[in-house]
C-alpha cells in the first residue's frame, strides 16, 4: 500500500512494538505528529517541557523496562537538545532510538532556518546513525536502527529524515520483527576452560559485576554462581540489583565511594572475576595499583573493552547468561572459609552506617528503603545523593536502579523517572535530587503533573554543589568557588506552582512524616529536604589514589 514517509515511521514503531514515545514537536518533523495522530491509541506519546527531558525519559524507559526507548524532536535546536540524552545514553550503553526531521533535501548545506547536522554532531556518541534523503529507503533504515539500538551491546542510533521524505509517498509492506534479543557471543570451550583453571587454583576470589550484568538479566546466575565458587561479589553504580543487596556474599560498591570491604577485598583477593564491566577510572583509582596480586578474568560481551583500561589474563566475550550457563556446570562446589571469614570481619569492622543523629542524605536513603521494603525504582541526578542512593539503598533485583554513571549527567534523574513511570505502571518510582541538579530539569514536574505520574521527587537540599563542596574542602584548600548557591528559592511553592504536591522536612520526624504522606498519595509530590551543607559522601578514595587507600571522617 501506498503510505507517506511519515506514515512508513509511525507503522515501523508498531512493528517493534513500540507503545510509547517521548518528545517534542517543531516544523520540520510536523508530518510525523500529524500521522502520530491517527494512532493515538496504539502509540502514547509523552510530550516533555525540553528535548533533553525526552530523550532522558526514554533512556529511563530503556533502562527499566529492557526495551528500546524512543524520542522525537524537530531539527536545529530540538535536535542539538537531545545530543546530552543521546550521550548519557552511549556511555551507560542503553538501547535509544532517536528520531529527527530535517529540513528538506534541497535545503541542506544552504544554512536554512533551523538546519544543523545532526547525524555529524552525533557520530562520536551513537551507536550508528543515518539521514534518510529517500522515501524508498525510510522503513529498512528505521528498522535497522531498531536492530542495532538492541543488537549485542545495546546503545543509542539517531535517524535524521529531510521533510520531503517525510511527506513523498512509496509502497511500504509490513514485516514481523522478533522481539527477541539479538545475542553476539564469541568463545568456546577453551576459554571456559581457561577460567575454570583460574577458578581452581583460587584461595580468595571476588565477583565484581557491572553494568552488563543489568543488561544481560544474569541476575539468578550470578547468585548461583558466587554460591558455587563461594566467592564475594561487589560491583559498579552500574552493575546495582544484579546480586541483591541484603545478599550474605555482597560486600558493596567498589571504587572511588565504594564500602572500605569492597576495595579492600578487591586489593587482597588473588582471582577478580569482572562480569560486565569497563573497568572505569572511577572504579580502578590508580590502574597500576589496582588488584595487584589477583588473576583477573574479564567478560564481556565487547572486546573493545577487553584490555582497554586493565591488562587481564583471561577474557571471555559474551553474553553473561549465556556465558554463566556454560560455566557454572562445569565448576566443582569450592569453599573458602578463611577467606570468606575475612570478608565478614571487614563486614564488621566497616558497616555501612547511618549516622546517629540529625537529617543527613544517609538517613534520608535509608529511610526511603525500609517505607518502601525496598521494592521501589530509584533514579537519581547526579552528585552525593546519588551516592548515598547507591551506598544505602539496597537494592534487590536489576533494573531497580537508573542512574547516569559514564556521563554523569545533571539534570538525568527527573526525566528518566518519568520514562521510568510510564514504563512500569503500578511500581512507585521516586527520584533522588540535588538542589544544584534540581535547577537543570525542575520544568519536567509540569510534565509529571500533566500525566498525573505518583513520582516523588526528593530535593537533598544543601543549599550548595554538593559534590564539588566536597572536592573543595578536601583538595582545593576549601576555596569554594561557585558552589555556594545560597538562594532564597522556595522549592514547596515552585512544586505547588507547576501543579504537584510541594513538602518540606528540616527534621527526621518531618521527613518521616513528609515521606509516609508522599507514598500514600497518587500524585506528584516533592519533598524539600534541608541537610547541613558540608554533609559528605563517605568513604572516599582521592583521584588517582589506589583503592586500598580508602578513607572516611574517622581516617580523616
Known amino acids: 500500500m501506498q503510505l507517506t514517509g511519515a506514515e512508513i515511521v509511525i507503522e515501523c514503531l508498531l512493528e517493534q512494538g513500540v ?20 494512532h493515538s491509541d496504539e502509540i502514547t506519546h509523552i510530550l516533555t517541557s525540553h528535548e533533553q527531558g525526552a530523550s532522558h525519559a526514554a533512556d529511563g524507559y530503556a533502562r527499566s523496562t529492557g526495551k528500546v526507548g524512543v524520542c522525537f524532536a524537530t531539527s536545529g535546536p530540538g535536535a542539538t537538545n537531545l545530543v546530552t540524552g543521546i550521550a548519557t545514553a552511549y556511555m551507560d550503553s542503553v538501547p535509544l ?65 529531510t521533510k520531503d521524505v517525510t511527506a513523498s509517498k512509496v509502497n511500504y509492506s509490513k514485516k514481523q520483527i522478533s522481539e527477541l534479543k539479538q545475542v553476539v557471543s564469541d568463545f568456546d570451550n577453551a576459554d571456559i576452560e581457561k577460567v575454570k583453571h583460574y577458578i581452581e587454583r583460587s584461595k580468595k576470589p571476588v565477583i565484581f559485576v557491572g553494568g552488563g550484568a543489568t543488561i544481560s538479566g544474569a541476575g539468578n546466575q550470578i547468585m548461583e554462581f558466587a554460591d558455587k565458587i563461594d566467592a564475594p561479589v561487589c560491583d559498579s553504580l552500574m552493575g546495582k540489583g544484579a546480586m541483591p543487596g541484603e545478599n550474605d556474599k555482597y560486600m558493596g560498591m567498589l571504587g572511588m565511594h565504594g564500602t572500605k570491604v569492597s576495595n579492600l577485598a578487591v586489593s587482597e583477593c588473588d582471582l577478580l572475576i569482572a562480569l560486565g564491566t569497563r573497568f572505569s577510572d572511577r572504579v580502578l583509582g590508580n590502574p597500576k595499583k589496582f588488584a595487584k596480586g589477583a588473576k583477573i578474568v574479564h567478560v564481556d560481551i565487547d572486546p573493545a573493552e577487553i584490555n582497554k583500561n ?35 570481619s571487614l563486614k564488621e569492622k566497616f558497616p555501612t552506617a547511618v549516622p546517629s543523629e540529625g537529617l543527613t542524605g544517609p538517613y534520608v536513603i535509608d529511610e526511603i528503603y525500609k517505607k518502601t521494603s525496598g521494592d521501589a525504582i530509584i533514579t537519581t541526578e547526579v552528585g552525593q545523593h546519588q551516592m548515598w542512593a547507591a551506598q544505602y539503598y539496597r537494592f534487590k533485583r536489576p533494573r531497580q536502579f537508573i542512574t547516569s554513571g559514564g556521563l554523569g549527567t545533571m539534570g538525568y534523574g527527573l526525566g528518566a523517572s518519568i520514562g521510568a513511570a510510564i514504563g512500569n505502571p503500578g511500581k512507585r518510582v521516586i527520584n533522588i535530587a540535588g538542589d544544584g541538579c534540581l535547577r537543570m530539569n525542575m520544568n519536567e514536574i509540569a510534565t509529571a503533573v500533566r500525566n498525573k505520574l505518583p513520582i516523588i521527587e526528593i530535593v537533598i537540599n544543601n543549599h550548595v554543589l554538593g559534590m564539588v563542596r566536597q572536592w573543595q574542602d578536601l583538595f582545593y584548600h576549601q576555596h569554594y568557588s561557585q558552589t555556594i548557591l545560597g538562594d532564597e528559592i522556595d522549592y514547596v511553592k515552585l512544586a505547588e506552582a507547576m501543579g504537584a504536591t510541594g513538602l518540606r522536612a528540616t527534621s527526621r520526624e518531618e521527613f518521616d512524616n513528609a515521606i509516609d504522606k508522599a507514598l500514600s498519595m497518587n500524585t506528584p509530590v516533592l519533598i524539600d529536604v534541608v541537610i547541613d551543607k558540608d554533609d559528605k559522601v563517605w568513604p572516599m578514595v582521592a583521584p588517582g589514589a589506589p583503592i586500598n587507600e580508602c578513607f572516611d571522617e574517622n581516617d580523616l
Open 19 to 38: 507503545d510509547t514515545v517521548f518528545g517534542y514537536p517543531g516544523g520540520s518533523i510536523l508530518n510525523v505528529y500529524d500521522a502520530l495522530y491517527a
Open 310 to 344: 586493565v591488562i587481564v589474563d583471561a577474557e571471555i566475550i559474551g553474553d553473561i547468561c549465556e556465558v554463566l550457563d556454560k560455566l557454572i556446570p562445569r565448576l566443582n562446589e569450592y569453599k573458602h572459609k578463611d577467606w570468606m571469614e575475612k570478608i565478614r
Open 97 to 161: 532510538v532517536a528520531i529527527t526531521c530535517n529540513v528538506g533535501v534541497s535545503l541542506l548545506g544552504k544554512d536554512s532556518f533551523q538546519e544543523v547536522d545532526i547525524a555529524g554532531i552525533t557520530t562520536p556518541i551513537t551507536k550508528h546513525n543515518f539521514i534518510v534523503k529517500e522515501v524508498s529507503k525510510l522503513a529498512d533504515t528505521i528498522r535497522r536502527a531498531f536492530d542495532i539500538a538492541r543488537r549485542g551491546r545495546p546503545g543509542p542510533v539517531l535517524v535524521d529524515i
